[in-house]
Protein backbone atom coordinates (compact mmCIF):
# COMPACT_ATOMS: atom_id res chain seq x y z
CA UNK A 1 0.00 0.00 0.00
CA UNK A 2 2.90 2.00 1.16
CA UNK A 3 4.33 1.62 -2.48
CA UNK A 4 1.72 2.24 -4.54
CA UNK A 5 0.87 5.70 -2.61
CA UNK A 6 4.81 6.35 -3.12
CA UNK A 7 4.30 5.63 -6.82
CA UNK A 8 1.37 7.73 -7.39
CA UNK A 9 3.01 10.84 -5.36
CA UNK A 10 5.75 9.94 -8.10
CA UNK A 11 3.62 10.32 -11.05
CA UNK A 12 1.53 13.32 -9.65
CA UNK A 13 5.11 15.51 -9.31
CA UNK A 14 6.23 13.75 -12.90
CA UNK A 15 2.87 14.79 -13.69
CA UNK A 16 2.91 18.59 -12.54
CA UNK A 17 6.41 18.87 -14.22
CA UNK A 18 4.80 17.65 -17.25
CA UNK A 19 1.93 20.12 -17.20
CA UNK A 20 4.11 23.05 -16.53
CA UNK A 21 6.82 22.17 -19.14
CA UNK A 22 3.56 22.00 -21.03
CA UNK A 23 2.15 25.65 -20.36
CA UNK A 24 5.62 26.32 -21.06
CA UNK A 25 5.82 25.29 -24.36
CA UNK A 26 1.78 26.94 -25.01
CA UNK A 27 3.10 30.32 -23.73
CA UNK A 28 6.04 30.03 -25.61
CA UNK A 29 4.24 29.22 -28.93
CA UNK A 30 2.04 32.22 -28.12
CA UNK A 31 4.58 34.84 -27.86
CA UNK A 32 6.15 33.21 -31.10
CA UNK A 33 2.57 33.76 -33.03
CA UNK A 34 2.66 37.15 -31.47
CA UNK A 35 5.88 38.04 -31.96
CA UNK A 36 5.78 36.90 -36.00
CA UNK A 37 1.98 38.92 -35.71
CA UNK A 38 4.19 42.22 -35.13
CA UNK A 39 6.86 41.54 -37.67
CA UNK A 40 4.55 40.87 -40.21
CA UNK A 41 2.25 43.63 -39.73
CA UNK A 42 4.90 46.42 -39.72
CA UNK A 43 5.39 48.23 -42.92
CA UNK A 44 1.83 47.87 -44.17
CA UNK A 45 -0.05 44.99 -46.27
CA UNK A 46 2.47 42.63 -48.33
CA UNK A 47 -0.23 42.21 -51.01
CA UNK A 48 1.26 41.28 -54.10
CA UNK A 49 0.85 42.82 -57.36
CA UNK A 50 -0.33 46.11 -56.27
CA UNK A 51 0.67 48.49 -58.64
CA UNK A 52 1.99 51.36 -56.82
CA UNK A 53 2.17 53.64 -59.28
CA UNK A 54 0.06 55.53 -61.44
CA UNK A 55 2.13 58.11 -62.43
CA UNK A 56 3.64 56.19 -65.05
CA UNK A 57 0.67 54.73 -67.99
CA UNK A 58 1.76 51.73 -70.14
CA UNK A 59 0.17 50.94 -72.86
CA UNK A 60 0.66 47.71 -74.83
CA UNK A 61 1.45 48.16 -78.35
CA UNK A 62 2.34 44.54 -79.13
CA UNK A 63 0.26 42.02 -77.26
CA UNK A 64 0.28 38.77 -79.09
CA UNK A 65 -3.09 36.69 -78.79
CA UNK A 66 -1.26 33.11 -79.47
CA UNK A 67 1.55 32.70 -76.71
CA UNK A 68 3.31 29.27 -77.67
CA UNK A 69 6.06 27.59 -75.81
CA UNK A 70 9.68 26.78 -76.57
CA UNK A 71 9.50 29.91 -79.63
CA UNK A 72 10.29 33.63 -79.45
CA UNK A 73 8.04 35.79 -77.84
CA UNK A 74 7.71 39.66 -78.60
CA UNK A 75 6.03 42.01 -76.12
CA UNK A 76 6.41 45.85 -77.03
CA UNK A 77 5.07 48.83 -74.79
CA UNK A 78 5.32 52.18 -74.11
CA UNK A 79 5.56 54.26 -70.93
CA UNK A 80 4.23 57.64 -70.73
CA UNK A 81 3.80 60.14 -67.56
CA UNK A 82 0.67 61.85 -66.68
CA UNK A 83 1.62 64.72 -69.01
CA UNK A 84 1.38 62.12 -71.66
CA UNK A 85 5.08 62.09 -72.86
CA UNK A 86 7.44 59.58 -73.15
CA UNK A 87 9.13 58.00 -70.97
CA UNK A 88 12.68 57.25 -72.07
CA UNK A 89 15.25 54.89 -71.19
CA UNK A 90 14.31 53.98 -68.23
CA UNK A 91 15.70 50.61 -66.62
CA UNK A 92 12.80 47.82 -67.33
CA UNK A 93 13.32 44.24 -65.60
CA UNK A 94 11.24 41.45 -66.63
CA UNK A 95 10.04 38.44 -64.46
CA UNK A 96 8.65 36.04 -66.55
CA UNK A 97 6.71 33.64 -63.65
CA UNK A 98 3.99 31.82 -62.81
CA UNK A 99 1.47 31.38 -59.55
CA UNK A 100 3.46 27.99 -58.48
CA UNK A 101 5.01 27.21 -55.12
CA UNK A 102 8.50 26.79 -56.13
CA UNK A 103 8.49 28.15 -59.89
CA UNK A 104 11.69 29.52 -60.93
CA UNK A 105 11.39 32.45 -62.73
CA UNK A 106 12.80 33.55 -66.45
CA UNK A 107 14.67 36.93 -65.73
CA UNK A 108 15.04 39.57 -68.59
CA UNK A 109 15.06 43.26 -69.23
CA UNK A 110 13.37 45.46 -71.64
CA UNK A 111 15.36 47.08 -74.10
CA UNK A 112 14.21 50.55 -75.64
CA UNK A 113 13.82 51.51 -79.29
CA UNK A 114 14.84 54.99 -79.74
CA UNK A 115 13.02 55.55 -83.06
CA UNK A 116 9.50 54.03 -82.40
CA UNK A 117 10.24 55.21 -78.46
CA UNK A 118 8.70 51.75 -77.27
CA UNK A 119 10.24 48.96 -75.15
CA UNK A 120 10.74 45.80 -76.60
CA UNK A 121 10.72 42.16 -74.36
CA UNK A 122 11.89 39.21 -76.55
CA UNK A 123 11.56 35.79 -74.64
CA UNK A 124 11.30 32.24 -75.09
CA UNK A 125 8.78 30.52 -72.53
CA UNK A 126 9.39 26.96 -71.44
CA UNK A 127 6.11 25.89 -70.04
CA UNK A 128 2.55 25.59 -70.44
CA UNK A 129 0.16 27.75 -68.41
CA UNK A 130 -0.56 30.85 -67.19
CA UNK A 131 2.40 33.21 -67.33
CA UNK A 132 2.82 36.60 -65.21
CA UNK A 133 4.84 38.95 -66.40
CA UNK A 134 6.46 41.75 -63.82
CA UNK A 135 7.99 44.42 -65.03
CA UNK A 136 10.30 46.73 -62.50
CA UNK A 137 10.23 49.73 -63.55
CA UNK A 138 13.36 51.73 -62.33
CA UNK A 139 13.85 55.29 -63.28
CA UNK A 140 16.27 58.14 -61.94
CA UNK A 141 15.03 60.19 -58.92
CA UNK A 142 11.94 58.41 -58.70
CA UNK A 143 10.42 55.34 -56.83
CA UNK A 144 10.88 51.71 -58.24
CA UNK A 145 7.83 50.84 -59.87
CA UNK A 146 5.46 47.53 -60.94
CA UNK A 147 2.97 46.88 -63.39
CA UNK A 148 1.79 43.35 -64.53
CA UNK A 149 0.41 41.19 -67.00
CA UNK A 150 -0.79 37.68 -67.38
CA UNK A 151 -1.95 35.65 -70.32
CA UNK A 152 -2.40 31.98 -70.86
CA UNK A 153 -0.06 30.00 -73.75
CA UNK A 154 -1.83 27.65 -76.20
CA UNK B 1 15.63 13.12 -30.67
CA UNK B 2 11.34 12.67 -30.88
CA UNK B 3 10.78 15.33 -28.79
CA UNK B 4 13.37 18.43 -30.21
CA UNK B 5 12.10 17.03 -33.88
CA UNK B 6 8.42 17.24 -32.78
CA UNK B 7 9.06 20.97 -30.60
CA UNK B 8 11.10 22.15 -33.85
CA UNK B 9 7.91 20.93 -36.62
CA UNK B 10 5.62 22.25 -33.86
CA UNK B 11 7.91 26.06 -34.07
CA UNK B 12 8.37 25.46 -37.90
CA UNK B 13 4.54 24.93 -38.53
CA UNK B 14 3.20 27.98 -36.19
CA UNK B 15 5.74 30.02 -38.84
CA UNK B 16 4.58 28.38 -41.85
CA UNK B 17 0.72 29.71 -40.29
CA UNK B 18 1.63 32.77 -40.10
CA UNK B 19 3.83 33.45 -43.06
CA UNK B 20 0.83 31.87 -44.84
CA UNK B 21 -1.48 34.08 -43.29
CA UNK B 22 0.10 37.12 -43.26
CA UNK B 23 3.05 36.99 -45.65
CA UNK B 24 2.51 37.46 -49.60
CA UNK B 25 -0.46 36.20 -51.29
CA UNK B 26 1.68 35.20 -54.30
CA UNK B 27 2.37 31.92 -53.97
CA UNK B 28 6.08 31.75 -55.17
CA UNK B 29 7.12 34.41 -52.92
CA UNK B 30 5.34 32.89 -50.20
CA UNK B 31 7.51 30.64 -47.55
CA UNK B 32 4.60 28.34 -46.58
CA UNK B 33 3.23 27.83 -50.14
CA UNK B 34 6.89 26.73 -51.19
CA UNK B 35 7.78 24.77 -47.74
CA UNK B 36 4.55 22.88 -47.74
CA UNK B 37 3.99 22.06 -51.19
CA UNK B 38 7.65 22.06 -52.93
CA UNK B 39 9.82 21.31 -49.75
CA UNK B 40 7.79 19.10 -47.19
CA UNK B 41 6.56 16.54 -49.89
CA UNK B 42 9.87 16.32 -51.32
CA UNK B 43 11.66 15.66 -48.20
CA UNK B 44 9.05 13.40 -47.08
CA UNK B 45 9.70 10.70 -49.56
CA UNK B 46 12.84 11.14 -49.45
CA UNK B 47 13.26 10.71 -45.76
CA UNK B 48 10.71 7.64 -46.20
CA UNK B 49 12.69 5.61 -48.67
CA UNK B 50 16.02 6.75 -47.01
CA UNK B 51 15.30 6.19 -42.98
CA UNK B 52 11.67 5.48 -41.92
CA UNK B 53 8.51 7.09 -41.18
CA UNK B 54 10.07 10.11 -39.15
CA UNK B 55 7.86 12.19 -40.26
CA UNK B 56 5.20 10.69 -37.94
CA UNK B 57 7.13 10.91 -35.36
CA UNK B 58 7.73 14.19 -35.53
CA UNK B 59 4.28 15.22 -36.10
CA UNK B 60 3.67 18.98 -34.71
CA UNK B 61 -0.16 17.86 -34.34
CA UNK B 62 0.61 14.86 -31.94
CA UNK B 63 3.16 16.80 -30.03
CA UNK B 64 0.01 19.89 -29.51
CA UNK B 65 -2.29 16.53 -28.57
CA UNK B 66 0.49 14.98 -26.11
CA UNK B 67 0.65 18.50 -24.70
CA UNK B 68 -3.35 18.92 -24.09
CA UNK B 69 -4.16 15.33 -23.07
CA UNK B 70 -2.10 16.47 -19.65
CA UNK B 71 -4.91 18.30 -19.11
CA UNK B 72 -7.53 17.03 -20.89
CA UNK B 73 -8.39 13.07 -20.65
CA UNK B 74 -10.56 11.33 -23.61
CA UNK B 75 -12.75 9.06 -22.13
CA UNK B 76 -14.56 7.60 -24.75
CA UNK B 77 -13.86 5.08 -27.48
CA UNK B 78 -13.15 5.73 -30.94
CA UNK B 79 -16.94 4.69 -32.70
CA UNK B 80 -16.31 0.92 -33.82
CA UNK B 81 -17.99 1.48 -37.08
CA UNK B 82 -15.34 3.81 -38.30
CA UNK B 83 -12.07 1.80 -37.03
CA UNK B 84 -10.94 0.77 -39.92
CA UNK B 85 -9.35 3.24 -43.01
CA UNK B 86 -12.66 4.16 -44.92
CA UNK B 87 -13.03 7.51 -43.40
CA UNK B 88 -9.29 8.04 -43.91
CA UNK B 89 -9.03 6.74 -47.59
CA UNK B 90 -12.06 9.10 -48.23
CA UNK B 91 -10.74 12.19 -46.56
CA UNK B 92 -7.48 11.36 -48.41
CA UNK B 93 -9.18 11.52 -51.96
CA UNK B 94 -10.97 14.77 -50.76
CA UNK B 95 -7.68 16.32 -50.18
CA UNK B 96 -6.20 15.36 -53.19
CA UNK B 97 -9.89 16.47 -54.91
CA UNK B 98 -9.42 19.89 -52.70
CA UNK B 99 -5.83 20.35 -53.80
CA UNK B 100 -6.87 19.70 -57.33
CA UNK B 101 -9.75 21.88 -57.61
CA UNK B 102 -9.02 24.65 -54.95
CA UNK B 103 -5.46 24.77 -56.21
CA UNK B 104 -3.85 24.97 -52.97
CA UNK B 105 -0.36 24.95 -54.24
CA UNK B 106 -1.22 28.85 -55.33
CA UNK B 107 -2.74 29.98 -52.34
CA UNK B 108 -0.67 30.69 -49.41
CA UNK B 109 -3.88 31.85 -47.18
CA UNK B 110 -5.90 28.63 -47.71
CA UNK B 111 -2.53 26.85 -47.40
CA UNK B 112 -2.49 28.09 -43.84
CA UNK B 113 -5.88 27.43 -43.30
CA UNK B 114 -5.51 23.43 -43.83
CA UNK B 115 -2.93 23.41 -41.49
CA UNK B 116 -5.16 24.70 -39.05
CA UNK B 117 -7.84 22.73 -39.83
CA UNK B 118 -5.23 19.84 -39.29
CA UNK B 119 -4.67 20.88 -36.05
CA UNK B 120 -7.84 21.15 -34.84
CA UNK B 121 -9.56 18.42 -36.09
CA UNK B 122 -6.53 16.40 -34.65
CA UNK B 123 -6.93 17.70 -31.22
CA UNK B 124 -10.74 17.42 -31.05
CA UNK B 125 -10.71 13.68 -32.25
CA UNK B 126 -7.39 12.77 -29.79
CA UNK B 127 -9.02 14.66 -27.17
CA UNK B 128 -12.04 12.65 -27.34
CA UNK B 129 -11.59 9.68 -28.42
CA UNK B 130 -8.71 7.97 -26.41
CA UNK B 131 -4.76 6.01 -28.17
CA UNK B 132 -4.64 7.29 -31.27
CA UNK B 133 -7.19 7.76 -32.72
CA UNK B 134 -6.54 10.26 -35.61
CA UNK B 135 -3.23 8.20 -36.71
CA UNK B 136 -5.03 5.49 -36.90
CA UNK B 137 -8.33 5.73 -38.67
CA UNK B 138 -8.57 9.73 -39.81
CA UNK B 139 -4.79 11.07 -40.75
CA UNK B 140 -4.32 10.93 -44.56
CA UNK B 141 -0.51 12.23 -44.61
CA UNK B 142 -0.46 9.75 -42.19
CA UNK B 143 -1.77 6.70 -43.73
CA UNK B 144 0.23 7.74 -46.86
CA UNK B 145 2.62 7.24 -44.74
CA UNK B 146 2.30 3.99 -43.34
CA UNK B 147 1.85 2.76 -47.39
CA UNK B 148 5.18 4.04 -48.67
CA UNK B 149 6.96 3.20 -45.40
CA UNK B 150 6.46 -0.70 -46.42
CA UNK B 151 9.20 0.17 -48.72
CA UNK B 152 11.89 1.51 -45.91
CA UNK B 153 14.82 0.40 -44.67
CA UNK B 154 14.20 1.22 -40.72
CA UNK B 155 11.16 -0.54 -38.42
CA UNK B 156 10.19 -0.50 -34.91
CA UNK B 157 10.55 -4.55 -33.94
CA UNK B 158 12.41 -6.64 -30.56
CA UNK B 159 15.75 -7.21 -30.21
CA UNK B 160 15.19 -10.70 -28.94
CA UNK B 161 12.29 -13.01 -29.12
CA UNK B 162 12.69 -15.10 -26.37
CA UNK B 163 12.81 -12.04 -23.91
CA UNK B 164 9.14 -11.27 -25.92
CA UNK B 165 7.78 -14.87 -25.04
CA UNK B 166 8.48 -14.68 -21.82
CA UNK B 167 7.17 -11.99 -21.32
CA UNK B 168 3.50 -11.50 -19.72
CA UNK B 169 2.55 -7.89 -18.88
CA UNK B 170 2.81 -6.57 -22.42
CA UNK B 171 3.75 -3.34 -21.80
CA UNK B 172 4.77 -2.33 -25.10
CA UNK B 173 0.84 -2.66 -26.15
CA UNK B 174 -1.04 -1.96 -22.92
CA UNK B 175 1.73 0.75 -21.26
CA UNK B 176 2.75 0.37 -17.99
CA UNK B 177 4.59 2.77 -15.11
CA UNK B 178 1.98 5.69 -16.60
CA UNK B 179 3.76 5.27 -19.58
CA UNK B 180 1.65 4.70 -23.37
CA UNK B 181 1.74 1.54 -24.68
CA UNK B 182 1.48 1.42 -28.35
CA UNK B 183 -1.93 3.63 -29.21
CA UNK B 184 -2.33 2.23 -32.67
CA UNK B 185 -2.76 -1.17 -31.32
CA UNK B 186 0.56 -2.96 -32.71
CA UNK B 187 1.61 -6.00 -30.46
CA UNK B 188 5.30 -5.54 -30.93
CA UNK B 189 5.81 -9.68 -30.99
CA UNK B 190 3.45 -10.21 -33.66
CA UNK B 191 4.17 -6.73 -35.40
CA UNK B 192 4.83 -7.43 -38.83
CA UNK B 193 6.42 -4.51 -41.29
CA UNK B 194 5.64 -0.87 -40.85
CA UNK B 195 1.72 -0.57 -41.66
CA UNK B 196 0.12 1.52 -38.82
CA UNK B 197 3.46 2.16 -36.76
CA UNK B 198 4.10 5.96 -36.58
CA UNK B 199 7.70 5.38 -35.00
CA UNK B 200 6.32 7.17 -31.72
CA UNK B 201 8.81 4.86 -29.91
CA UNK B 202 5.88 4.66 -27.16
CA UNK B 203 6.81 0.74 -27.26
CA UNK B 204 10.25 1.07 -26.70
CA UNK B 205 9.75 3.78 -23.86
CA UNK B 206 7.19 1.40 -22.11
CA UNK B 207 8.84 -1.71 -22.29
CA UNK B 208 10.39 -2.76 -18.88
CA UNK B 209 12.99 -5.03 -20.65
CA UNK B 210 14.40 -2.63 -23.05
CA UNK B 211 13.73 -4.65 -25.66
CA UNK B 212 11.99 -2.65 -28.64
CA UNK B 213 14.54 -0.92 -31.65
CA UNK B 214 14.69 0.33 -34.28
CA UNK B 215 15.98 -2.21 -36.80
CA UNK B 216 17.16 -2.12 -40.50
CA UNK B 217 15.26 -3.96 -42.74
CA UNK B 218 15.45 -4.77 -46.22
CA UNK B 219 13.87 -2.46 -48.90
CA UNK B 220 10.07 -3.87 -49.27
CA UNK B 221 10.04 -7.50 -47.80
CA UNK B 222 7.10 -7.14 -45.77
CA UNK B 223 5.07 -6.52 -48.68
CA UNK B 224 5.56 -10.04 -49.66
CA UNK B 225 4.46 -11.29 -46.57
CA UNK B 226 0.86 -12.42 -46.86
CA UNK B 227 0.45 -13.28 -43.04
CA UNK B 228 -1.97 -12.15 -40.21
CA UNK B 229 -0.23 -8.87 -38.96
CA UNK B 230 -0.73 -7.66 -35.18
CA UNK B 231 -3.41 -4.67 -34.88
CA UNK B 232 -4.28 -5.18 -39.34
CA UNK B 233 -5.04 -9.11 -39.58
CA UNK B 234 -4.63 -10.21 -42.87
CA UNK B 235 -3.79 -7.83 -45.17
CA UNK B 236 -5.89 -9.87 -48.61
CA UNK B 237 -8.59 -9.88 -45.89
CA UNK B 238 -8.65 -5.50 -45.39
CA UNK B 239 -10.34 -4.21 -48.46
CA UNK B 240 -9.81 -0.93 -46.61
CA UNK B 241 -6.47 -1.19 -46.79
CA UNK B 242 -6.43 -2.92 -50.08
CA UNK B 243 -8.09 0.09 -51.73
CA UNK B 244 -6.08 2.50 -50.02
CA UNK B 245 -2.73 0.96 -52.02
CA UNK B 246 -5.05 0.91 -55.08
CA UNK B 247 -5.95 4.70 -54.41
CA UNK B 248 -2.27 5.52 -53.26
CA UNK B 249 -1.28 4.46 -56.96
CA UNK B 250 -3.47 5.25 -58.99
CA UNK B 251 -3.73 8.87 -57.03
CA UNK B 252 0.04 9.18 -57.64
CA UNK B 253 -0.51 9.03 -61.86
CA UNK B 254 -4.03 11.49 -61.43
CA UNK B 255 -2.03 14.01 -58.82
CA UNK B 256 0.72 13.90 -61.40
CA UNK B 257 -1.36 14.09 -64.79
CA UNK B 258 -3.34 17.10 -63.11
CA UNK B 259 0.11 19.07 -64.42
CA UNK B 260 0.27 18.48 -67.56
CA UNK B 261 -1.36 19.70 -70.65
CA UNK B 262 -3.21 16.65 -71.53
CA UNK B 263 -5.26 17.09 -68.42
CA UNK B 264 -6.28 20.81 -70.07
CA UNK B 265 -7.47 18.86 -72.96
CA UNK B 266 -8.98 16.22 -70.97
CA UNK B 267 -11.02 18.49 -69.71
CA UNK B 268 -11.98 20.45 -72.68
CA UNK B 269 -12.95 16.99 -74.66
CA UNK B 270 -15.01 16.37 -71.22
CA UNK B 271 -17.03 19.79 -71.22
CA UNK B 272 -18.18 19.22 -74.70
CA UNK B 273 -19.03 16.00 -74.41
CA UNK B 274 -20.71 15.72 -71.17
CA UNK B 275 -22.25 19.77 -71.93
CA UNK B 276 -20.78 20.89 -68.69
CA UNK B 277 -18.94 23.50 -67.81
CA UNK B 278 -18.93 23.70 -64.29
CA UNK B 279 -14.86 22.53 -63.29
CA UNK B 280 -16.41 21.35 -59.97
CA UNK B 281 -18.56 18.70 -61.69
CA UNK B 282 -15.64 17.88 -64.15
CA UNK B 283 -12.96 17.32 -61.70
CA UNK B 284 -15.73 15.23 -59.65
CA UNK B 285 -15.71 13.49 -63.00
CA UNK B 286 -12.21 13.26 -63.67
CA UNK B 287 -11.30 11.12 -59.99
CA UNK B 288 -14.37 8.92 -60.53
CA UNK B 289 -12.95 8.26 -63.66
CA UNK B 290 -9.74 7.18 -62.10
CA UNK B 291 -10.57 5.91 -58.91
CA UNK B 292 -14.12 4.55 -59.17
CA UNK B 293 -13.05 1.33 -60.90
CA UNK B 294 -10.31 0.50 -59.12
CA UNK B 295 -12.85 0.19 -56.01
CA UNK B 296 -14.73 -2.63 -58.33
CA UNK B 297 -11.83 -4.18 -59.37
CA UNK B 298 -10.78 -4.76 -55.84
CA UNK B 299 -14.14 -5.83 -54.50
CA UNK B 300 -14.52 -8.34 -56.87
CA UNK B 301 -10.93 -9.68 -57.87
CA UNK B 302 -10.25 -13.19 -55.78
CA UNK B 303 -7.91 -14.11 -52.83
CA UNK B 304 -5.02 -14.91 -55.29
CA UNK B 305 -5.19 -11.20 -56.83
CA UNK B 306 -5.83 -9.73 -53.46
CA UNK B 307 -2.25 -11.06 -51.54
CA UNK B 308 -1.10 -9.64 -55.03
CA UNK B 309 -2.53 -5.59 -54.52
CA UNK B 310 0.46 -4.70 -51.85
CA UNK B 311 3.08 -5.35 -54.65
CA UNK B 312 1.53 -2.49 -56.06
CA UNK B 313 2.87 0.32 -53.36
CA UNK B 314 6.73 0.20 -55.18
CA UNK B 315 5.60 1.36 -58.32
CA UNK B 316 3.15 3.78 -56.77
CA UNK B 317 5.08 5.15 -54.51
CA UNK B 318 7.86 5.45 -57.44
CA UNK B 319 5.19 7.57 -59.23
CA UNK B 320 5.04 9.60 -56.21
CA UNK B 321 8.41 10.11 -55.56
CA UNK B 322 8.89 10.88 -59.40
CA UNK B 323 6.30 13.85 -59.03
CA UNK B 324 7.56 15.22 -55.73
CA UNK B 325 11.49 14.69 -56.56
CA UNK B 326 10.85 17.10 -59.79
CA UNK B 327 9.40 20.29 -57.81
CA UNK B 328 12.10 19.57 -55.39
CA UNK B 329 14.95 19.55 -57.36
CA UNK B 330 13.48 22.00 -59.50
CA UNK B 331 13.19 24.61 -56.82
CA UNK B 332 16.16 23.19 -54.17
CA UNK B 333 16.74 26.37 -53.28
CA UNK B 334 14.22 29.26 -54.23
CA UNK B 335 13.25 29.78 -50.48
CA UNK B 336 16.92 31.36 -50.80
CA UNK B 337 15.81 34.68 -52.05
CA UNK B 338 12.56 34.49 -49.70
CA UNK B 339 14.47 34.52 -46.83
CA UNK B 340 17.54 36.69 -47.63
CA UNK B 341 16.33 39.44 -49.31
CA UNK B 342 18.75 41.01 -51.82
CA UNK B 343 20.78 38.10 -52.20
CA UNK B 344 21.42 37.96 -55.67
CA UNK B 345 21.40 34.56 -55.72
CA UNK B 346 21.65 33.75 -59.68
CA UNK B 347 18.77 32.49 -60.86
CA UNK B 348 19.97 29.49 -62.55
CA UNK B 349 21.57 28.20 -59.00
CA UNK B 350 17.61 28.20 -57.77
CA UNK B 351 16.90 24.47 -58.70
CA UNK B 352 18.52 21.63 -60.13
CA UNK B 353 18.76 21.55 -64.10
CA UNK B 354 16.14 19.27 -65.79
CA UNK B 355 18.58 17.00 -67.94
CA UNK B 356 19.64 15.82 -64.55
CA UNK B 357 15.95 15.48 -62.16
CA UNK B 358 14.61 13.96 -65.63
CA UNK B 359 16.86 10.66 -65.32
CA UNK B 360 16.22 10.55 -62.12
CA UNK B 361 12.72 10.69 -62.49
CA UNK B 362 12.81 7.66 -64.88
CA UNK B 363 15.29 5.85 -63.29
CA UNK B 364 13.21 5.92 -59.36
CA UNK B 365 10.04 4.83 -61.73
CA UNK B 366 11.95 2.03 -63.66
CA UNK B 367 13.34 0.98 -60.09
CA UNK B 368 9.89 0.97 -58.72
CA UNK B 369 8.45 -1.03 -61.49
CA UNK B 370 11.52 -3.47 -60.88
CA UNK B 371 10.55 -3.69 -56.85
CA UNK B 372 6.80 -4.32 -57.85
CA UNK B 373 7.68 -7.58 -60.37
CA UNK B 374 10.15 -8.73 -57.97
CA UNK B 375 7.82 -8.14 -54.89
CA UNK B 376 4.46 -9.93 -57.18
CA UNK B 377 6.91 -12.70 -58.30
CA UNK B 378 7.97 -13.27 -54.11
CA UNK B 379 3.87 -13.41 -53.54
CA UNK B 380 2.32 -15.97 -56.06
CA UNK B 381 3.95 -18.80 -58.18
CA UNK B 382 0.72 -18.91 -60.42
CA UNK B 383 2.02 -18.50 -63.98
CA UNK B 384 -0.66 -17.25 -65.73
CA UNK B 385 -2.12 -14.88 -62.71
CA UNK B 386 1.84 -13.31 -62.60
CA UNK B 387 1.82 -12.69 -66.24
CA UNK B 388 -1.40 -10.84 -66.10
CA UNK B 389 -0.71 -9.01 -62.74
CA UNK B 390 3.27 -7.50 -64.64
CA UNK B 391 1.08 -6.42 -67.93
CA UNK B 392 -0.60 -4.79 -65.25
CA UNK B 393 2.03 -3.10 -63.70
CA UNK B 394 3.55 -2.42 -66.92
CA UNK B 395 1.24 -0.68 -68.11
CA UNK B 396 0.72 1.75 -65.58
CA UNK B 397 4.65 2.04 -65.28
CA UNK B 398 4.35 3.30 -69.34
CA UNK B 399 1.26 5.63 -68.24
CA UNK B 400 3.79 7.04 -65.70
CA UNK B 401 6.23 7.45 -68.16
CA UNK B 402 3.92 9.05 -70.43
CA UNK B 403 3.13 11.56 -67.81
CA UNK B 404 6.74 12.66 -66.84
CA UNK B 405 7.24 13.07 -70.21
CA UNK B 406 4.70 15.41 -71.17
CA UNK B 407 5.42 19.19 -70.94
CA UNK B 408 4.70 20.80 -67.11
CA UNK B 409 2.39 23.00 -66.81
CA UNK B 410 2.49 25.00 -63.57
CA UNK B 411 -1.46 25.77 -63.75
CA UNK B 412 -1.02 29.56 -62.91
CA UNK B 413 -3.94 30.90 -61.69
CA UNK B 414 -3.37 34.85 -61.68
CA UNK B 415 -6.24 36.23 -63.37
CA UNK B 416 -5.52 39.70 -61.92
CA UNK B 417 -4.34 41.85 -64.86
CA UNK B 418 -4.37 41.97 -68.47
CA UNK B 419 -2.92 43.89 -71.36
Redesign the interface.
Known amino acids: MKLTLKKLSVHVQSLNQKRLKAIGVLLSALIFVSFLYTRYHQGGPKEFLIENDDQIILTWQNFPKKFPIHAPLFLEFSLKNVKNESIKKAQISVEFTMNHAGMVPLMTSASFDGIKEIYQIKQSLNMHGTWIVILTISLENKPISTKTVSFTTD | MKRILQ?VL??LT??L???GL?????????LT??F???HYRGLLVLTLILAGNYFCMSCPFIFARN??R??ITPKKVFPKILSNKWTALALFISFLFCYEYFEL??YPRLTALLIIAYFLVALFIDLLFKNASFCKYLCPIGQFNFIASTLSPREVSFIDEKICQNCTTHECIKGGD?KRGCETNLFIPKKIGNLDCTFCLDCKDACPHQNVKISNVTYGQELSMTTHRSGLGKLSNRTDWLSFIGVFTIGGLLNAFMMI?RE?MLRDFLKSVLFIQNDFFITVFIFLLALAPLFFLIKNSHQETRELIPSLIPLGFSIWFSHYSF??L??LF?FIPLIIKDSNWP?HL??IPLRVVTPIQFGFLFLGLVASVITSTKITSRRSLLIKWNLFLAFLFLLAVWITSR?????????????
Do not use: C, Q, Y
Not at chain 2, 22 to 30: T, V
Not at chain 2, 407 to 419: K, N, Q, S, V, W
Open positions: VFFLFIAEWGSNFAPKNTLVWVGFLFWAHDRHLTGTILGPMEMRGTFLGAGP
